[in-house]
């Protein structure tokens, strides 16, 4: 029920495609679900996230794609780029008391060829 | 604006010893604290975090502690280190707003290596 299972592992795409990562959910009571991107050797950075009020929300080449029905998500990266080669983990969390926590997927390695 | 130290950056312990990885966050008032372990390759497994001084939950059973001596201060140990101990630990910080601190801001991370 706490899990957030995502999709693929990794992933090849060429210079100039859109890369689709997936996540699902069991949980009706996450209402955050963001996207954190991780370089090699670096700490993971926040990328883009939405809440279950929309279905869509766009920054720039990335997309977030929300279908609460299905509880799914996906992240959708437009015109992808060598520099968007990364680790990147989709979450999901709830709204509780202090101890907050964000639930990880196990995160999709991308790379893009140049 | 915000920062958050981590160090030392990269450590090799031998198997055995005791180990010590500090964390501090700078420009934020009682933050959440978090410790992340991410083996090679791996995702993000959340090993401690904290809501206060001395308020430490643990959410995997290991050889592992933590502990927070001041607002800004998350302190990772063990008394003896183990080879499956070895992988990149992220500290990570949030703040409630409103009631939710849906955000965590990472760490620049540790690399150790347990031999």
């Known amino acids: 029920q706490q899990q957030v299972k995502q999709s693929p592992q990794s992933l090849i795409v060429q210079k100039g495609g859109i890369s689709i990562i997936n996540c699902a959910y069991e949980n009706t009571a996450f209402d955050y679900f963001p996207w954190y991107q991780q370089f090699p050797g670096k700490g993971p950075a926040l990328l883009i996230a939405?809440?279950?009020?929309?279905s869509e929300k766009k920054e720039g080449r990335f997309t977030i794609s929300f279908n609460k029905s299905a509880k799914q998500f996906s992240l959708h990266i437009m015109d992808s780029q060598p520099g968007d080669s990364a680790t990147y983990f989709c979450a999901a969390s709830m709204r509780r008391n202090r101890d907050d926590k964000i639930i990880f997927g196990k995160g999709t390695r991308l790379h893009i060829l140049p | 604006s915000q920062t958050i130290h981590q160090w030392p950056a990269t450590l090799v312990q031998p198997v055995g010893s005791p180990l010590s990885l500090e964390c501090t966050v700078e420009g934020t008032s009682n933050p959440n604290l978090y410790w992340y372990r991410q083996a090679a390759g791996r995702g993000l497994q959340l090993l401690f975090y904290?809501?206060?001084?001395?308020?430490i939950s643990s959410e995997v059973p290991q050889n592992l502690s933590a502990s927070r001596p001041q607002d800004r201060q998350f302190i990772l140990s063990s008394k003896k280190l183990l080879l499956s101990d070895s992988g990149f630990y992220l500290c990570a910080w949030s703040v409630s707003v409103t009631g939710r601190a849906d955000t965590q801001y990472f760490g620049p991370g540790t690399r150790l290596t347990v031999l």
């Open positions: 939405i809440r279950p009020d929309v």
């Open positions: 904290s809501v206060g001084i001395g308020q």
